[in-house]
């Protein structure tokens, strides 16, 4: 079993992160126990096995046993607290966008160690990022957030920037990784706050 790492520490979090926001959305639908657990571990973990997948390596949530675990407790535990998860639809937001600064910044990270280069490693962080929400959305049929109008596929691209500039100056993993998804989230949470969206067709 590997040890906490940086990297798996901030991964756990924002797999939990992930599969509250993902459950509390299926609960919102009023699909079953089942369906809440599947949509959450999908929402965890669906970014994370795509970008393991590009960058080919073993998908780290079918080998490591505690990303699954995580995922589907979280889940089974929004199942049950949802009438509190429901009275805290800002909290939920606001997981979302810590959830998505942790796994852009991640994703990036790995993929850098994998030996892409600091462009492709930024559009596999996006990935991971935007993944599990989009598979969330669609299984619960919504118009995926990503396509929205909503800035944030946008602020996780500025996290995968950061973080990858932060990582060419050697900067250290901790630091680089608190830096670059505080400025993820931080953009992510004013674009809600103020309600900035990118233009679309008249």
Not at 46 to 64: E, H, K, L
Not at 110 to 120: S, T, V, Y
Not at 174 to 179: D, F, G, H, R
């Amino acid at each position: 079993m590997a040890p906490l790492s940086t990297l798996l520490v901030a991964d756990l979090v924002g797999i939990a992160v992930f599969a509250a926001s993902g459950a509390a959305a299926a609960v919102a639908k009023r699909l079953d126990l089942f369906g809440v657990i599947f949509v959450g571990f999908t929402a965890a973990l669906g970014g994370g096995i795509m970008r393991d997948v590009f960058i080919n390596v073993q998908p780290f949530a079918f080998v490591d046993w505690r990303y699954s675990v995580v995922a589907v407790l979280t889940a089974a535990a929004t199942f049950w607290l949802h009438p509190a998860v429901n009275r805290l639809r800002w909290t939920v937001l606001v997981l979302d966008a810590a959830g998505l600064g942790l796994f852009v910044v991640t994703g990036t990270l790995k993929a850098l160690d994998a030996g892409l280069p600091p462009i492709g490693a930024c559009i596999i962080g996006m990935i991971t990022g935007i993944g599990g929400g989009l598979a969330r959305d669609l299984l619960t049929g919504e118009i995926p957030t990503v396509l929205r109008r909503e800035i944030y596929a946008v602020a996780g691209l500025v996290g995968c920037a950061s973080v990858a500039a932060l990582d060419a100056v050697h900067l250290q993993r901790p630091v680089s990784i608190a830096l670059a998804a505080t400025l993820t989230f931080v953009l992510r949470m004013v674009a809600i706050r103020r309600n900035w969206s990118a233009p679309t067709a008249f």
